[in-house]
């Protein structure tokens, strides 16, 4: 568990359409919450063709600054497995990287004109402390896959100093009342899963 009194610095990043940005407003609600002051920045891109987005959140006693420079990530949260590559150089070292284990070619690799590079998840696991999930297999086991992003919320959940009833008053207040029981499923599995 990670365990920042005064600051915790964090990454969300993933293509359009994978939740990043529902995902960091729930741990903004969560954080608001458990008493902390918190910050974000959310950076869209080409988010409606596939594009990167990243959310970049911070919380702490005082928060100045929404923005986390390169290095000062005490935790990146990837949706997919190209974008954590793409993030890595912002985890501080000793960092925690939770990455689903989907792999979401960009377009350049699915009109031939690039090709994704070798063995990402080994990779990432020699450059950080990586909890790879299985976050599309489980949020189908919930009834949904679009719910991969709570469930990697949940595995995040586990590994941040915030109570669990806040997190769980949070899913509840951003998650639309008929998608409610799959992505409280889905929190569930997230907040079980234990790596390895």
Avoid at 57 to 71: D, H, I, M, N, Y
Wanted: proline residues 6%.
């Amino acid at each position: 568990m990670l365990s920042h009194p005064d600051r915790l610095d964090m990454l969300l990043v993933g293509v359009g359409g994978q939740g990043t940005i529902l995902a960091s407003q729930i741990i903004g609600r969560a954080a608001l919450a458990a008493g902390y002051d918190v910050k974000m920045s959310e950076v869209h891109g080409m988010a409606q063709r596939g594009g990167s987005v990243v959310t970049h959140v911070r919380l702490g006693r005082t928060v100045c600054s929404p923005l986390v420079a390169r290095g000062d990530a005490d935790v990146i949260l990837a949706f997919e497995q190209l974008e954590a590559l793409r993030w890595l150089p912002y985890l501080k070292p000793g960092g925690t990287l939770i990455a689903s284990s989907q792999i979401v070619p960009p377009v350049t690799v699915l009109a031939g004109l690039a090709r994704c590079p070798d063995d990402v998840p080994s990779y990432l696991y020699r450059h950080a402390r990586t909890l790879e999930v299985d976050a599309l297999d489980r949020a189908r086991a919930c009834g949904n896959p679009r719910a991969a992003n709570v469930v990697l919320l949940g595995v995040l959940a586990r590994e941040l100093p915030l109570p669990l009833e806040v997190w769980l008053r949070a899913v509840r207040e951003c998650v639309p009342e008929r998608f409610l029981g799959v992505n409280l499923a889905a929190f569930e599995a997230g907040y079980n899963y234990r790596d390895g």
